[in-house]
């Protein structure tokens, strides 16, 4: 009898030995799934925020400029981000101005002046094959939803940030 339940607690337990093994190996899985839950969460947030006026220096309901929409969405979800946009471009993995790289949740930057630096920032919300669009707080219309295929926009553009893996 205790040698029978010897050997039952051995099948036991390399029986969860392996069933940790394949939880193990879908941590991947797991963690990409999560980042794209967590994405989702980041654009849903931003969106509830679509009319509400752009403010210089806002991070409230009550209005924001571009980094400021930015900062405070990502804050929601303890997702630190410096508060300036050309700070903002500094962070995650650059990916430059190749387009087809852009994924939901990456941060599309523009310089809208004649500055040296960076100076706008929006959410990239859509991703199909002739269009990225991204949401932003624009200084004429307040938090808005545009597209890569505006003119200003395209001609504005200066490079993409992965900020989420």
Do not use: W
């Amino acid at each position: 009898m205790k040698k029978s339940l010897y050997i039952l607690s051995l099948i036991v337990l390399f029986a969860s030995c392996k069933s940790s093994s394949v939880i193990t190996s879908s941590s991947a899985d797991n963690k990409k799934e999560s980042t794209n839950y967590t994405v989702d969460k980041i654009i849903s947030s931003a969106s509830e925020n679509i009319g509400v006026r752009y403010k210089t220096a806002g991070t409230t309901k009550s209005g924001y400029d571009c980094s400021g929409l930015v900062y405070s969405t990502f804050a929601l979800y303890d997702i630190k981000l410096p508060r300036a946009s050309y700070e903002q471009a500094k962070i995650g993995i650059e990916l430059g101005q190749n387009l087809k790289k852009a994924r939901k949740g990456d941060l599309i930057f523009f310089r809208t002046n004649k500055r040296a630096h960076i100076n706008h920032v929006g959410i990239i919300t859509t991703v199909e094959d002739d269009d990225i669009q991204f949401i932003h707080s624009s200084t004429s219309k307040g938090v808005i939803i545009s597209s890569m295929k505006e003119p200003y926009y395209q001609k504005a553009f200066v490079q993409l940030n992965r900020v989420l893996k």
